[in-house]
């Protein structure tokens, strides 16, 4: 077969496909571990973070559950199940230490102000939501990691705290919401880039724009993966051989997994979300906004679909956004091609593809009404947050591209999952990220899980156990269980990251 009949050299010890945040993260993590390793990183687009990375491509959220309600779900017996809030806060705060370590190595020199204190709220109307929001508050009381959080019914302390949110707003409507001094807001492009440049300073990685990887096939005679890579821009096409491989493609990655062939690839497909944003342009209405407002999503709606009026800090410019409006397209990747969906069906997971459609039916619903919205709803969606918003004040702008996950399902035949995967191979000799959410704020996480699985061994040594402690000293515990680092931690990650001073507080206003 033509794939095998050129021999190549032994190649990098590791390859990342991708250059965003997922393989920044790893690469960086895998250099502070192993100096002498060796790494080369193939990205199709002539420069690093141009898909879900950047900054306009998402909401820049510092997603530690603060504010989204979709990580505090409602059990059948109406009590909150706040298990995946405090997972996804924990994360978050793994990420600021790394960062926090980074900015302290002198890495992020380049990257100044990424992340930035915003307050997260969550704002709900209706009987049964402010209903909802109260129980979700006294849930969520209960762990340390969310003490400072501030509950209230008073639309006189709301329109204090969301005053384009309030304005207007028929008195008569039940309100509540929850205020969280130390949200973030993060420009995850920058930070993206920020770290691909150290990297490419250091010795032994090398860092290849515009070059595709096509195909990709286990090596019989140098072990680990052969990749077939074309370079875009001469169109010429070679043959490189890697011992470990990383797919963080994004959503490139299913494909590429999908030419692995592991059976632990067998059963995925993908669902394509596409994002669109509402972006003010009226300073005055940007001035008059301050935080990251998440509401409720509407029936049907994907977890990653709620609406949210927020706050971004972008090179060094305040900006508003509203959204994201779902869109369906069959692309994987905003620069991709409308045959990525039609490709990436297989027989191994055409059956799982059709049940988790059949399961779906108002996810689809919902779809569907989304792609049909005119300028007219999407200013009427606008309005429940803003009820005085003028269509002459926003624009539209299109947000990055979310494959979602669907698995092989022993009930059900197949599920569509809104969260992220790792896939990796037995050998450890290859893994790929599948999803998008909670995505990027949670990458050093996803990254440690994934050096668990591909390199057990070597996670096993002091070398590498004191490292990781030297980089983020919650590693190997349970912040939840433990407030004292916890506390002392965020003080410390606060101040290097310039946050402000965190003041631990167990009392919380109503
Ligand atoms: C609308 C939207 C809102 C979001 N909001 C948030 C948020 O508020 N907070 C948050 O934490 N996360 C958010 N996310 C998720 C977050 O953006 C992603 O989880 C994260 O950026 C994924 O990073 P990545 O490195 O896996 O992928 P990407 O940043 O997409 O990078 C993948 C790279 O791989 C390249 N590539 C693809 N195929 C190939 C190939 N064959 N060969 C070579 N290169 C290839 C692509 O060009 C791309 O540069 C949001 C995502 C979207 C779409």
Avoid at 124 to 143: E, F, H, P, S, T
Avoid at 145 to 167: C, I, K, N, R
Wanted: proline letters at 5%; a negative charge.
């Amino acid at each position: 077969m033509a794939k095998n009949k050129k021999p190549t050299e032994k190649g990098p010890d590791v390859i990342l496909i991708g250059a965003g945040i997922m393989s920044a993260t790893l690469g960086i993590l895998l250099k502070e571990l192993q100096p002498d390793i060796t790494i080369d990183v193939y990205e199709r687009l002539d420069h690093a973070a141009a898909e879900s990375s950047d900054a306009w491509n998402n909401a820049g959220t510092g997603h530690s559950a603060f504010c989204e309600l979709n990580y505090t779900p409602e059990n059948e017996d109406g009590s909150i199940d706040p298990s995946k809030a405090i997972k996804i806060a924990e994360s978050f705060e793994q990420s600021k230490q790394f960062w926090s370590y980074l900015i302290q190595q002198g890495f992020l020199r380049d990257a100044p102000n990424f992340i930035r204190s915003i307050p997260h709220m969550s704002f709900v109307w209706g009987a049964d939501n402010v209903d909802y929001l109260r129980k979700r508050y006294d849930a969520l009381q209960q762990n340390y990691l969310f003490h400072g959080m501030q509950y209230s019914e008073d639309p006189a302390q709301l329109a204090h705290w969301m005053p384009l949110v309030m304005t207007d707003r028929n008195p008569a409507q039940p309100v509540a919401a929850t205020r969280m001094d130390i949200g973030t807001d993060v420009n995850f492009g920058a930070l993206t880039r920020a770290m691909f440049r150290r990297l490419t300073d250091m010795p032994g990685v090398n860092m290849h724009f515009a070059h595709e990887v096509r195909d990709l096939w286990r090596s019989k005679t140098l072990g680990g993966w052969k990749l077939k890579v074309e370079n875009v821009t001469t169109n010429k096409e070679r043959e490189v051989q890697t011992d470990f491989l990383f797919i963080g493609a994004g959503g490139g990655s299913l494909r590429l997994l999908e030419k692995s062939d592991i059976p632990e690839s067998r059963g995925f497909g993908g669902f394509p979300v596409g994002g669109q944003w509402l972006k003010c342009t009226n300073r005055d209405v940007i001035e008059r906004h301050q935080a990251k407002v998440y509401g409720k999503a509407s029936v049907g709606a994907p977890p990653m679909s709620v609406p949210h009026l927020d706050t971004r800090m972008i090179d060094g410019k305040r900006e508003l956004l509203f959204g994201p409006y779902a869109g369906f397209s069959t692309k994987f990747l905003k620069s991709g091609s409308y045959m990525d969906l039609p490709k990436s069906i297989q027989l191994s997971n055409m059956a799982p593809m059709l049940m988790a459609g059949l399961h779906n039916i108002p996810l689809t619903r919902y779809l569907i009404q989304q792609v049909m919205q005119s300028p007219d709803d999407r200013m009427a969606a606008l309005r429940e947050y803003y009820p005085d918003a003028r269509r002459e004040d926003w624009e539209l702008e299109i947000a990055g591209q979310r494959v979602q996950v669907i698995k092989k399902d022993e009930e059900e035949g197949g599920v569509l999952e809104f969260g992220t995967e790792v896939v990796s191979a037995a050998d450890g000799s290859i893994a790929a990220l599948l999803g998008a959410s909670p995505g990027a704020s949670t990458a050093v996480s996803i990254m440690l899980d994934l050096l668990k699985r591909c390199f057990p061994e070597k996670l096993a040594t002091v070398e590498w156990q004191q490292k990781l402690t030297d980089i983020i000293p919650s590693y190997g515990q349970v912040l939840a269980d433990n407030p004292e680092l916890g506390i002392a931690l965020r003080k410390q990650t606060s101040e290097i990251l310039g946050l402000g001073e965190y003041e631990y507080t167990s009392d919380s206003a109503q």
